[in-house]
């Protein structure tokens, strides 16, 4: 249920009135709607249902928009000039449910050349979100440890301060954090991420791809989003998926070796973000890893 406070507010800030809205969603406390203005036009709102100390998704989604607007890359939606730290207001992407089936070159071609935008640095100028969560981008020169630190460590501790998991996971866990370096690449290239590409923030029509939304960005190893893409495995990928994507961006020959270890990141964001019922997931990634 969206407040009236809240689309007087909106009203407020772009100067029109608006004539049907609907709720797209509400989670993590953020609501998200689509409305139409007396000048026929159609937005995206994002905003938060209650009050919040801390970390703010909302502003932080619009310095990552605005980021990605600076280097041309035209997938994502676009900033109204009228949004603030409290209301992300956005160009609507019209788009349809039905995914392209098999692997889509538009959704390929968007992909690597997100991933071709390269960096010095693990990390980011802010901290990012995923899913609402604030995802930790503190720079580093070491991907081992910005992989251990900002990404595993960071949500396998959320989770259990919260609700701790069985010991016999968590002690799996442990032993891969401390062994990382035996499992994933030392150093590998840095590459521009999406940071939360799942088949819910990839937009299709007519099986071409529109647009991609709620990014949560940091420059890191990109085989990371192959392996959170492949964790899916939507229709969209087709079957030769990565020998399509090595064509262009070089994959390393012991990718799929490491993929449960990234993919493992992923498992435990659900856990905390959606549904405990993850956990058997995480449980056979650790098992995959041989862990």
Known sequence: MVNNKSIRDIEELIGKKILQKKLLSDSFNINCIKFSTNDNKIYIAKFYNRKINGFNAIKSEIANLK????????YFPKVNSNSNDHYLIMSYIDNEPLQADGISQSFLNALTNIHKNKNNFYGFAFDTQHGGLKQQNKKSDNWINFYANYRLRYIYEIINKFNKMDDSINKRIELLLKNLNNYIPRNPSSNLLHGDLWEGNILFKNNHL??????????????LELAYLRWFNPSFLGNNFLERYNEIIEID??????????QLYYSLLNVYLWDRSYIHNVEKLLKKIKV
């Not at 980021?67 to 035209?74: A, D, G, Q, S, Y």
């Not at 020959?253 to 990234?262: G, N, Q, S, T, W």
Request: hydrophobic residues 30%; charged residues 30%; aromatic residues 18%.
């Open 67 to 74: 980021f990605l607007k600076k280097l041309k890359l035209n």
């Open 210 to 223: 529109v647009g991609l939304i709620d990014p949560g960005s940091f420059y890191g190893h990109n085989e």
């Open 253 to 262: 020959k012991k990718y799929l070796d490491y993929e449960p270890v990234y």
